[in-house]
């Protein structure tokens, strides 16, 4: 079997549509929030750690070993985007200053974010390329989770210690600003043990198509009551009501994994953004908030407009979209370390083709 037939197109669906979601939920303004974006906030970054625990292998290395490795994959590509980040800023920041522009995006001065770069937490003008606080935070939890299987704790001690962090998270949430974006990994610990025992357990029963898809059906109608916890998020993190928002992020993710196992052949474009996810999470916010700043200094439309309006917000995410293909296929092909791989990517990978 090749590698290409071994690797499971459905968790790459999953991660494609996880993406899919996370790069819509960037283009529109967060202030005045509606129902379907908490909808999809209330689930779509918890789906990602759950993601991380799918391929999550803590019998294979040593906990250093795996840390170092990381370090590679996960690390190196947050501090080389967030620099990319800050340089995009500084070029926006003396281009509006030349164009003689007051845009609201750069009233943190030229210090802050730069600080934020290193202290790796997003909010208050921290992290300009804002995404990327997933990076740290999936090093963390994904370290913590390792690090109880490397030292035998039984299940029941693993999710006692990773449920006494999210209750931790939900106590604090955004009163406390800690480096690398700790509290969010705290949260983000138990959807990553999840993700990995989905996977040891083999949890995907035998069933008829029909009643795969009645689950699928009855898994989003329970989600599309997730606004009942409001406006939620982990980057924040933001929790409001702890049980709810643990509810509501398990039921979306498994409405997900459902969606993906039954549609990854039909949309294999899904299982396309999945592969290539990482080159996604470090560019998405770039380009979108680079269309916006240069649309709005061609059009004197205010940012806040801008995201108000469907008509716009979706001219934002058409443009960035296409701004973003060869953007990836430059970056995979000729400065994979980035993204954290060692090899460059195939001819034709970004469109799907071999």
């Known amino acids: 079997m090749s590698a290409a037939a071994a690797r499971e197109t459905w968790i790459d669906a999953l991660k494609g549509w ?11 303004s967060l202030s005045d929030v509606p129902v379907w974006y908490m909808w999809m906030f209330s689930f779509h970054v918890p789906l990602f750690f759950f993601a991380s625990g799918l391929t999550l292998k803590p019998d294979t290395l040593p906990l250093g070993s795996f840390l170092r490795r990381r370090v590679g994959t996960v690390l190196v ?12 800023y500084l070029a926006g920041y003396f281009a509006a200053a030349a164009a003689g522009k007051t845009v609201a995006q750069f009233a ?5 974010p730069l600080f934020g770069v290193f202290y790796g937490s997003v909010g208050d003008g921290l992290l300009v390329n804002s995404p990327l606080w997933f990076l740290p935070a999936l090093f963390l939890a994904q370290g913590v989770v390792y690090a109880l299987h490397r030292l035998g704790w039984t299940w029941w001690a693993r999710y006692a210690a990773l449920l006494v962090l999210f209750a931790i998270t939900a106590t604090i949430e955004e009163r406390i600003k800690l480096p690398m974006s700790l509290l969010p990994a705290m949260g983000a610990a138990v959807f990553v043990q999840i993700g990995l025992d989905f996977r040891r357990w083999r949890a995907w029963p ?8 009645g689950w699928l059906a009855g898994l989003l109608a329970l989600s599309l009551l997730s606004p ?13 009501q702890p049980v709810l928002f643990l509810l509501f992020a398990l039921i979306g993710i498994g409405f997900s994994v459902q969606l993906a196992r039954l549609l990854d052949a039909a949309l294999p474009w899904l299982a396309v953004l999945g592969r290539h996810s990482m080159g996604i999470l470090v560019t998405h916010m770039l380009a979108i908030k680079g269309v916006k700043v240069l649309m709005s200094l061609a059009t004197g439309i205010s940012l806040d407009t801008m995201e108000h309006s469907n008509a716009w917000s979706l001219a934002v995410l058409a443009i960035a979209a296409v701004l973003m293909v060869p953007a990836i296929w430059v970056i995979e092909r000729w400065l994979p ?7 460059p990517a195939a001819a034709g990978a970004v469109t799907g083709s071999r």
């Open 108 to 112: 943190y001065g030229l210090w802050w």
């Open 206 to 213: 035998h069933w008829s198509r029909a009643t795969h898809w």
């Open 77 to 88: 590509p947050y501090l080389f985007y967030a620099l990319v980040g800050y340089g995009f």
């Open 337 to 343: 370390w980035t993204l954290g791989n060692r090899r």
């Open 18 to 28: 996880g993406m899919l979601l996370i790069v819509i939920g960037h283009v529109w």
């Open 228 to 240: 009942l916890n409001g406006a939620v998020g982990l980057a924040g993190p933001t929790v409001n």
